[in-house]
């Protein structure tokens, strides 16, 4: 929700601005969607090693992933380097913060 708020308040300067944004948003978003189910596939004590071996393997697609992304983004879809940043670090900045909205609403 934040990163399309934040890519309606990019269309006040341009749709270049606005679509780097989006395009920042999405290449945190989805390395970390794919580490996430990664790492929450398996639960128990019993699946310790497969946690772990999931847990590295995760990280390193997570990693290789960012920085295709971050390729494409200035190859292919000529996004502009200060927005495409700036919605990157926002919505790192949100993954962050939001087990202390969590904590905190209830």
């Known amino acids: ?3 399309l708020i ?10 270049d601005v606005a679509r780097s944004l989006f395009f920042g948003g999405v290449i945190c978003i989805l390395p970390g969607a794919y580490f996430s189910y990664r790492y929450f ?12 071996r999931d ?3 995760g990280e390193l697609v997570k990693l290789i992933s960012t920085i295709a992304l971050f ?3 200035f190859k292919f879809a000529a996004a502009l380097p200060g927005p495409l940043f700036i919605g990157y670090a926002i919505a790192m900045l ?13």
């Open 94 to 106: 949100c993954q962050w913060c939001a087990p202390l909205y969590t904590k905190f609403k209830n």
């Open 71 to 73: 390729i494409v983004a």
């Open 6 to 15: 934040l890519s309606a308040i990019g269309l006040y300067w341009s749709v």
């Open 41 to 52: 596939k398996h639960a128990g004590a019993r699946q310790a090693q497969n946690i772990v």
């Open 1 to 3: 929700m934040t990163l």
């Open 55 to 57: 847990f590295y393997w």
